[in-house]
């Protein structure tokens, strides 16, 4: 099938390579002229483990290739997914801009008939006002199909190649079945694909991100009472999560949710839920617990050396949002470190992705950073972990000891074990344990 790709960000780049590792003939486009030079010199402008092989090896194979061109990729194009940027108004809404004026120019450039599709996360509506967009320029037909990604940073290959569900929004059944065609190769062992009309399939999408937020914001509340009453939180997620009803995911601790998705799809929520009449009470809630979570490591921090921090040195372990991904976008890590500094203190942080982004769009030259995680360690008054990546989980602590100036760690994750570290002599704060 000759596909195209509106939008080479995380979702766009993820769905044309792995479309072209399934057979298809994928064409990705983008208006940033430098993102087109560098996709087409074989360098990746995000990390995700695995891509960086899967694309370079379809662009060999000739099934994947990058155009700043509407005029190149949409005339063949029997189906165009739009994958470009919704970012967030101040009131929580939606961004739509960049939706519909790539639907417009779709819709100037198509041939045929055309499947246009939402991969993009919107609010419900969107889809008649993409249909309401193109109808504005052409009169050739079209269908448009809201068709959510359920993408995890850091796993984004398995996900899009293995996926749980493929849902589906159309208004027509020749849409449904050029979707099922191109979804085929992915639901092999059984996995549905899930038919139903565009507006459910719009908030499908923000539905799971709210709930999987809302989990976590639960569990931090639980973490937080934990730490009041002298429980564990790590038994009770065990306890709790035995229960075939909760499960046993999205119920570990720590410092709040960040990323590109559960932030921004939360507020939507609320907003849209607004919009018709009503008080998401619930959401706002979670929004709540987890901006005072962000702060939580800090206030240990505060806790343990008083409010002054000035001439105070700290160790951070981890920028990204969370592991296997460079992504900062509302990161816990910015917020501790934005408040160190506030209160006077300094920082050297490591993190194997996010240094340069943490450089380059988030904390400058305001933060020392260290090439290995031991060299953030010196003359710190105290480390802290506020990403679980694997490479700090058994850290040699007689090493981190030496060089750490007071034997203090803040866990952010409770990756660590308190008994562990306290018989090695270090001060142990973790998250409701």
């Known amino acids: 099938m000759r596909i195209a790709v509106i939008g080479t960000g995380y979702v766009g780049l993820v769905a044309g390579t792995c479309f072209a590792e399934s057979g298809n003939d994928v064409v990705c486009l983008d208006i940033d ?46 189906v165009v997914f739009i994958a470009v940027g919704t970012p967030p108004g101040e009131d929580g809404s939606a961004d739509l801009r960049y939706v519909l004026a790539a639907a417009r120019s779709i819709a100037e450039h198509m041939r045929d008939y055309t499947v246009i599709v939402d991969k993009s996360t919107v609010p419900v509506g969107t889809a008649a006002k993409v249909a309401e967009a193109v109808r504005g320029v052409t009169e050739l037909p079209f269908d448009v199909v809201s068709n959510p990604e359920f993408l995890k940073e850091g796993a984004a290959i398995d996900d899009f190649m293995k996926p749980d569900r493929v849902v589906i929004g159309a208004t027509s059944q020749r849409a449904f079945e ?16 899930l038919r139903m009309d565009t507006a459910s399939a719009e908030l499908t999408k923000y539905a799971a991100n709210a709930m999987l937020a809302t989990r976590i914001s639960f569990m931090n509340e639980v973490a937080n009472i934990c730490n009041r009453v002298g429980a564990d939180v790590d038994l009770v997620r065990k306890g709790i999560g035995t229960d075939e009803r909760i499960g046993s995911r999205f119920l570990f601790a720590g410092v709040g949710y960040g990323g590109s998705c559960f932030p921004k799809d939360v507020k939507a929520v609320v907003k849209t839920a607004a919009e018709h009449g009503y008080d998401f009470r619930i959401l706002k809630a979670v929004e709540d617990v987890n901006e005072t979570q962000k702060r939580l490591l800090y206030d240990l921090v505060v806790g343990h050396f008083g409010s002054d921090l000035s001439g105070r040195r700290f160790a951070v372990w981890g920028l990204a949002f969370k592991p296997n991904t460079d992504d900062m976008r509302e990161a816990p890590a910015v917020v501790v470190i934005e408040a160190l500094l506030a209160a006077g203190a300094s920082v050297c942080a490591f993190d194997p992705e ?56 803040f866990d952010g994750r409770n990756i660590y074990r308190r008994k562990t570290l306290e018989q090695l002599g270090f001060t142990y704060y973790g998250i409701g344990c």
């Open 33 to 78: 002229e430098r993102k087109i030079e560098r996709l087409q010199a074989g360098e990746i402008p995000i990390y995700e483990p695995g891509l960086e092989e899967l694309l370079r090896r379809n662009v060999h194979d000739g099934r994947l290739r990058f155009t700043t061109s509407y005029a190149e990729a949409i005339p063949q194009a029997q």
């Open 354 to 409: 996010a240094v340069e982004e943490a450089r380059a769009h988030h904390l400058g030259d305001r933060i020392d950073y260290a090439d290995k995680p031991m060299d953030a360690l010196k003359g710190a008054d105290g480390l802290i972990l506020v990403t679980e990546w694997n490479e700090f989980r058994r850290p040699d602590f007689e090493a981190v000891k030496q060089q750490l100036k007071t034997p203090v760690v």
């Open 178 to 193: 050029v979707m099922d065609e191109l979804y085929a190769p992915f639901v092999r062992t059984g996995n549905p694909i």
